[in-house]
């Protein structure tokens, strides 16, 4: 079945680089004869009937700005299998054949029960996370870590200046591949991730230790959100080594700004490529990059992947960082 008009939606958190893959998303669309709106805040746009039409211009000006101009929604209602039902007839109605889905896993098993609804949906793997299990790439990631790699840059000159410990947290949700290449590009003394079991005297206070013992005078401290309280490790820390330690968490600032290039680039590839699926009516695929290849997988096979820090990396991280 080929498509006379396709949706865009944005889904779940934002990340920087969406607009661009909406951006892509309409314009190749347009490009293939098809028509295409946007649905706003997610998913929630389609049970209101909060969709507009996108032309050429719409898209305009949006590929270098953050978070997303659709609008984003955790939508509980289309949770429920009825809410899913409703979803589809609404796009029915609109005469919508299919739609493009950006977001992370629990946006693409929304995409999932749309297809198995009638309605072909694609899945583009954006979250700054990094945690999509089928995709090596997410849009947003790269900013994000930019973003957090940047801070703690400005963390560094203060406990430098002060011959301070600075302990970091960063986002990840429940992964560690945004704190394993921010504490890798801050060469931080300690990366701490959900996915590697850690044991407070050996792999903190120790490491800290040595290098202190190597004439180190400050310290920078990578932790994934989610695996301890950041703020009770600095007080065990100053306690156990004497040397003044502080916590920040970095928070939702990490999820805004700019998207890079490497955004942008991977976003605009995503666009094209879940476009291209649907407009032969193919659906309930999430696209993703492989090895430098974009590929795409059945939504079931891609929410089944398994996906992990890469252990070597974070073996390298500290090796260097004494
Ligand atoms: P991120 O991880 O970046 O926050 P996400 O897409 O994983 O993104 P979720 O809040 O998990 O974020 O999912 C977004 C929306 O997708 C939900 O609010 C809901 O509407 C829909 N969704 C999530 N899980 C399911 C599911 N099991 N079945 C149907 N829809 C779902």
Known sequence: MSMKKIAVLTSGGDAPGM???????????????????????????LFDGDVVEMGPRAV?????????????ARSDKFRTPEGVKEAAE???KMGIDGIVVIGGDGSFRGARDLSLNGIPCIGIPATIDNDITSTDYTIGFDTATNTACE???KLRDTSQSHCRCSIIEVMGRHAGHLALQVGTAVGATSIIVPEVEYDFKRDIVDRVMYAKNNGKQHYLIIVAENTCDVNEMAKKLQEETGINTRATVLGHVQRGGSPTVCDRV??????????????????????????????????????NMQKSVDADDLYIAHRISI
Do not use: H, P
């Open 19 to 45: 607009n661009a893959a909406v951006r892509a998303v309409v314009r190749t669309a347009l490009y293939r004869g098809m028509k295409v709106v946007g649905v706003l805040n997610g998913y929630n746009g």
């Open 60 to 72: 305009s000006d949006i590929i270098q700005r953050g978070g997303t101009v659709l609008g984003t």
């Open 90 to 92: 609404n796009c029915k």
């Open 151 to 153: 801070l703690a840059d």
């Open 266 to 303: 991977m976003a605009t590839k995503f666009g094209f490529a879940a476009v291209e699926l649907l407009k032969d009516g193919i659906g309930n695929r999430v696209v993703a990059s492989k090895n430098g290849e974009i590929v795409n997988y059945d939504i079931y096979e891609a929410l």
